[in-house]
Structures are given as C-alpha cells and as structure tokens.
C-alpha cells in the first residue's frame, strides 16, 4: 500500500497546488483536514472529485463514512483499495 500512499500524497499536493511539498512531507497518519494539513472543506470537494477521476471509486457526500475515509492518507488508502476490490 506505499505505492497507492504515494500516490494519494501526489494527487493531494497537485489538485490542491500545495507549492513547496512533497510527498514526503505528508504523514501517512496525520489529519489531512483541522490541525493536520489544514485542509477544507473546498480541498476536500476538489480531492473528492480527483479521486473519483482517477481511481474510479464511487463517493457519497451524505455518507458518514467518508469523514472516517478522508481522515488521513493511510484511511484514504485502505478506502480506495477495498472499492478496487484489492
């Protein structure tokens, strides 16, 4: 799962143009929104949908689930893998 955490770590750092990181920068265990990496509630709209174009996984907004999937890289990882089937 380190290569789909790096991956994740990429898409992150490109869709939000955090300039200046890198994939290295992001624990695979810190909050990615509050007091981790300081994400919002837009970021996490335009991380949705870059993870919706580029894995194919299905997303429900209303769902409360997905707080517990968006937490960190690592839940976001795990979540993408159990809707691939892997």
Do not use: C, W
């Amino acid at each position: 799962m380190d290569s789909l955490s790096n991956e994740i770590k990429t898409l992150i750092i490109d869709t939000l143009n955090l300039e200046g990181m890198s994939p290295e920068d992001i624990d695979e265990q810190t909050a990615l929104f509050g007091d981790g990496l300081g994400l919002d509630s837009i970021d996490a709209l335009e991380l949705g949908l870059a993870l919706k174009n580029h894995y194919g996984v299905v997303m429900s907004a209303e769902s409360g689930e997905m707080r517990q999937h968006f937490y960190s890289v690592e839940t976001l990882a795990t979540f993408i893998s159990v809707q691939r089937g892997e």
